[in-house]
């Protein structure tokens, strides 16, 4: 059995959450209730309950409705748990508090341990499940559940989409030391709460990826997860930050570099390193329990890879890019970034056109089998993978702090026009008027299918994942 101590989240997409509003408050200020079932990731102490499908209960199945009381039949729910059974799933009860009492009332204590006795019944599980509290203005609090009774406020619920919605169980104010208080006057102290309780996943930690890594500890993270498998080399002390001569002669790994300036910052922000490759089990189980993930990888495989990730787990993902054309003359033909937002259930980088299947097939036998690779691009049965672009840190700079502002406006909405606008930005420096911005469009037919599913065997839906970390 798991042990309830475990820390306990619930992420949903925003379209799940203004579904799970919209009959919650029908408007007569009596109480109504809804379930979700939901995959699940697990991952040493923690646990995240992943919605897949939500469940709403009529108001005519009721047999209470009033405004601190709600009864229901749970005969409607049993099609719900037959597919929560048949295919290991758990379940989230979420009811209204029309009034804005944010607790748990007595009369909840005694419903969900009624209703859980009944569903662990029926799903013969030890697996954690939740209930959800939701307020008037969409705001959810919720305890985790499980098979011996109630437990412990979950450490957090998220719901993502255009804008991130972040509800955290501390409820206490957290002191803002002076070197965070110009943040809090730019960005307030509800962002700053936020951003101070986040567990952010940055992979790739070379030019755009150590200068993410610096705003992110500056900005008072709580937690980093910092994903790469090489060492420092001399080339690359014109772009990474904090990396110095003696680094690259000592061949000294990305992570444990940049792990040991942000301790050196000592500004609060806890750092996992991984000196390894993104397709390793431990590394994907260990992004799974982040809040959000910042992509700074150029191969077409890892973008397709953390794309599943934020897809499978229901993780905001923004993925940036750099691309400088020499002209082989010592010139520049052009300098482009692009900054994708990926939502959970929304476009994907596949689906807008930044790679094909047929770049990765590509990019994945360069991977596996190399030598097949090189023969069949000798032969020009397939196209290159590219490789070494020239990169400097000015333009790193540039990208990497947008993408770093791109995510402050998901969760503090400050710009004039909605964030769903803004869910590709290519940035042209060579020529600034063919910038342009674009909007989400239509879902992606291939990930959607893969939202919230979570913990799968094999993981990802890959066969090929290395057992553990280098």
Known sequence: MISQYHQVSVAMTAAQHEQIKKHLFPGDGCEAVAIAICGRSSYKSSSTLLVQEVHEIPYQACRIREPDCVTWNADV????????????????KVHSHPGGYRKFSGTDDVSDKQIFESIYGWLDTDEPMASLIMMPDGELIGRSIWPNGLGSPLRSIRAVGDDIKFWFSEETKLDVPEHAVRIVQTFGDGTYSVTRRLHAGVVGCSGTGSITIEQSARNHFGQLTIVDPETIDHKNLNRILNSTWQDAEN????????????????LGTQVNTYQADLIT?????????????????DSVDGRHILNKIASYYLIPYIDMGVRIDADGQGGVESINGVINYIKPGGSSLLSRGLYT?????????????????????????IRGVRVDQPAVISVNMQIASMAFNEFLARIHPYRVEPNSKYAQRRVVISDPEASMDMEDGNACQIFSKWVGLGDQQPLLGMQDLQNDKK
Do not use: W
């Open 281 to 297: 089990i431990d590394v994907i189980k260990k992004l799974s329990q982040c809040d959000v993930i910042f992509g700074c990888m």
């Open 251 to 266: 061949q000294a790994s990305k992570v444990d570099v940049l792990a040991a300036a942000i301790k050196a910052m000592n």
């Open 77 to 92: 729910i049993v099609h719900a748990l037959e597919k929560a059974m048949n295919e290991g799933l758990s379940i989230i």
């Open 357 to 381: 299947s047929v770049d990765l097939d590509a990019a994945m036998m360069k991977r596996h089998t190399p030598a097949l690779y090189e023969e069949r691009a000798k032969q020009g049965y």
